[in-house]
């Protein structure tokens, strides 16, 4: 294989039900994706080839990695991830509520960033509760509504329209709008979400070929990428 993007693509696949199962369950995944991340063009690149994945755990994966990338040319990656979940939603909503979890962790993640990330990450949090508020049930909508008011201090346009008075369907995001109606800061707390920690890469793991085989392949397609 003497094309990195292929070559990159073959490590991918060889490594995620390991990153999966070793790592991503245990909310450990930073400690394989992190570095992976550090390429930032050939990661996102990556990223959207696993949104067009059909399984869950691939989508779920790459939206991980998304919110480790901290590069201004990427920031389209959160927003288009959530519109492929949105698309799904209809005909699969138990895989893309999944996978738009972790998209609003990596959402809040890149809020820690500043600059355009900080903007995107705000940006679909607040998109995830108006969705919620029209006619997707995002099951994390609560997760959003609240990180998203604690990190604004509640000056985001869509809390308007979440504490007008208007009958909401999720019973959770019902109750962060409640809590912010009456300035109950205790419950708003109770929904508010922080992203994983970034781990650090266990010397003793089984199989760790995997993870050096994964990041050459995202090094080696970085710098195919910077190429004039």
Not at 56 to 83: C, F, H, S, Y
Not at 147 to 154: D, Q
Not at 170 to 195: S, W
């Amino acid at each position: 294989m003497n094309d990195p993007w292929i070559r990159l693509q073959h490590a991918t696949s060889n490594s995620l039900d390991w990153i999966w199962n070793v790592f991503a369950k245990d909310g450990r995944e930073t400690a394989v994706l992190a570095t992976v991340a550090q390429s930032p063009k050939a990661s996102g690149w990556l990223v959207g080839c696993m949104s067009d994945a059909d399984d869950d755990v691939t989508r779920k994966i790459g939206a991980m990695l998304a919110g480790l990338i901290n590069d201004e040319e990427q920031t389209q990656l959160l927003p288009d991830l959530l519109q492929i979940e949105r698309t799904r939603f209809p005909i699969d909503p138990l895989g893309a509520n999944s996978v738009t979890e972790d998209i609003l962790f990596s959402a809040v993640r890149w809020t820690t960033y500043g600059g355009t990330c900080y903007e995107t990450g705000i940006n679909v949090l607040a998109e995830i509760v108006r969705d919620a508020l029209d006619s997707i049930e995002w099951n994390t909508a609560q997760w959003a509504a609240a990180t998203l008011h604690t990190i604004t201090y509640g000056k985001h346009s869509v809390f308007e329209q979440l504490t007008n008075g208007t009958s909401i369907s999720n019973a959770g995001l019902q109750m962060v709008a409640e809590a912010i109606r009456l300035e109950d800061h205790e419950k708003l707390a109770q929904f508010t979400v922080t992203p994983n920690p970034i781990e650090t890469f266990p010397a003793d793991v089984a199989d760790s070929y995997l993870a050096t085989e994964l990041w050459a392949a995202v090094r080696e397609a970085e710098v195919e990428a910077l190429k004039p």
